[in-house]
Structures are given as structure tokens and as C-alpha cells.
Nanobody, 121 residues
Framework: QVQLVESGGGLVQAGGSLKLSCAASGRIFSIHDIGWFRQTPGNQRELVALITSGGSTNYADSVKGRFTISRDNAKNTVYLQMNSLKPEDTAVYYC???????????????WGQGTQVAVSS
């Protein structure tokens, strides 16, 4: 079984920083693209940042220049460094990864459970 476990969320003041982690575990053969998403009550889940297997990154305009996505393939972990946080960054953050497990015949999409980020002013 493959699962993604997120950590690093919490309460922080505006202007502060947080670093989120998403660790994949289970019978993993390889991990392709990984994305961080966020969702607030009543709103659609939106893509915040994406990193491909080749290291290319993409960011939502609202976080560009403040957030950095990275990955450590040896640890099967992806990170989201969040700097200069704003109250509007408050949301539940989810990671999503395309993973080829040792029991799969192709890449499958997996979601983490989400971690709460709250930014106070």
C-alpha cells in the first residue's frame, strides 16, 4: 500500500515561514510529478506548486516568489518552503503524487491527508 503523509503545518504570524513535508511510503518503485494543493472552506482546491520528475517547477501566481517546492528522491519526500506568509495563505494544504508502486502496472495518483496552515495578522 502506498500512502502520503504530510507534516509541518501550524499557526504562524504574517510574514513568517513554514516548511511543509510530504513523505511517501509503501511499495514504491518511482515517483513522477508531485504537486502541492490548497483548499479553503467553500472554495475549489487549487494547485499551488508543481515539480516534475525532471525538476521543472511551476507556481500559482499568488505564491510565486514566496514559495519553493523541492524534492528528495532518496527519501521519497517533497517539500514546500513557504516564506513571507500572508493571511490569505491560510488553507488546508495537500500533496498529490503520481506513483508507480511495485504492485502497479502504471502510475497512479495519490493524495495526502492534508495539513492545516493558519496565518494570523
Amino acid at each position: 500500500q502506498v500512502q502520503l503523509v504530510e507534516s509541518g503545518g501550524g499557526l504562524v504570524q504574517a510574514g513568517g515561514s513554514l516548511k511543509l513535508s510530504c513523505a511517501a511510503s509503501g511499495r514504491i518503485f518511482s515517483i513522477h510529478d508531485i504537486g502541492w494543493f490548497r483548499q479553503t472552506p467553500g472554495n475549489q482546491r487549487e494547485l499551488v506548486a508543481l515539480i516534475t520528475s525532471g525538476g521543472s517547477t511551476n507556481y500559482a501566481d499568488s505564491v510565486k516568489g514566496r514559495f519553493t517546492i523541492s524534492r528528495d528522491n532518496a527519501k521519497n519526500t517533497v517539500y514546500l518552503q513557504m516564506n513571507s506568509l500572508k493571511p490569505e495563505d491560510t488553507a488546508v494544504y495537500y500533496c498529490n503524487a503520481d506513483i508507480w508502486s511495485t504492485s502497479s502496472f502504471r502510475y497512479l495518483s495519490y493524495w495526502g491527508q492534508g495539513t492545516q496552515v493558519a496565518v494570523s495578522s
